[in-house]
């Protein structure tokens, strides 16, 4: 079985926003920066804001070599990253200029639980489409 990478080579994902999501086709490549929409993916998939990164609020975990940005997810039954606040989470999103891409739901589906963040900048260079919504 072949998986679909989940940017597509050329073509730019659909932004969306907390109200907008719901609209687009089952599985489809999303993008956002929206914060609500962020926290009600995390929550539907059981994600919690986690780091690999030293910070403010601790040491080192897990050396994640994404730009110094550091921020990921942990899911249940997989808890590699060190928990963190989402107050922390959502500063390095800030602070890294990060869009976050993931994987619409299919449903009747196991939920989809792919997302990648991407710099907001690298995103633009690599679509061969206008940037709108981000």
Known sequence: MTT????????RPVAV????EK?????????????ALIREWANRHGAEPA?????DSGPATV????????IRFNFPAFARFRPISWE????NFTKYDLVFVFEGDQPGGTAAGRYRLIPKHDLEAASTEPVAGL
């Open 4 to 11: 679909q990478p989940l940017m597509p080579d050329r073509h």
């Open 23 to 35: 609209q687009q086709p089952p599985g489809s490549v999303l993008a956002t920066r929206d914060h």
């Open 63 to 70: 050396n994640v070599q994404d730009g110094d940005a550091g």
């Open 88 to 91: 922390e989470w959502f500063q």
């Open 17 to 20: 926003d907390l109200d907008t």
């Open 51 to 55: 780091t690999g990164e030293a910070s």
